[in-house]
């Protein structure tokens, strides 16, 4: 079983930076078999995508609220994804959530880690 733990998150500052991390173990397949992405979830709000990178990692999307800011990248040899936060702001306070999706559409989430921006 796939298991996915999100870690790195606590309070900011406006204008402060963090980074998460998301550890991936238990997979049969190598790492280049996973698309990762980071999505996010505000109180009384949806669900977003923040960022995706392809299982080669030549593919990067990223939400336009995020855009400049944010960064996601992977390191396969830690199954390892990232998500570099910088200018943060107190409207990027959410639950950060990391997914993994195979290459035959199984998806594995992570149970969250909680990111507040505040002064």
């Known amino acids: 079983q796939v298991q996915l733990v999100e870690s790195g998150g606590g309070l900011a500052q406006p204008g402060g930076s963090l980074r998460l991390s998301c550890v991936r173990s238990g997979s049969a397949f190598s790492a280049d078999y996973w698309h990762m992405s980071w999505y996010r979830r505000a109180p009384g709000k949806e669900r977003e995508l923040v960022a995706s990178i392809s299982s080669d990692g030549t593919w990067i999307n990223y939400a336009d609220s995020v855009k400049g800011r944010f960064t996601i990248s992977r390191d396969d040899a830690k199954s390892t994804v990232y998500l570099q936060m910088n200018s943060l702001k107190p409207e990027d306070t959410a639950v950060y959530y990391c997914?993994?999706?195979?290459?035959?559409?199984?998806?594995?989430w992570g149970q969250g880690t909680q990111v507040t921006v505040s002064s």
């Open positions: 997914k993994a999706r195979g290459e035959r559409s199984e998806e594995y």
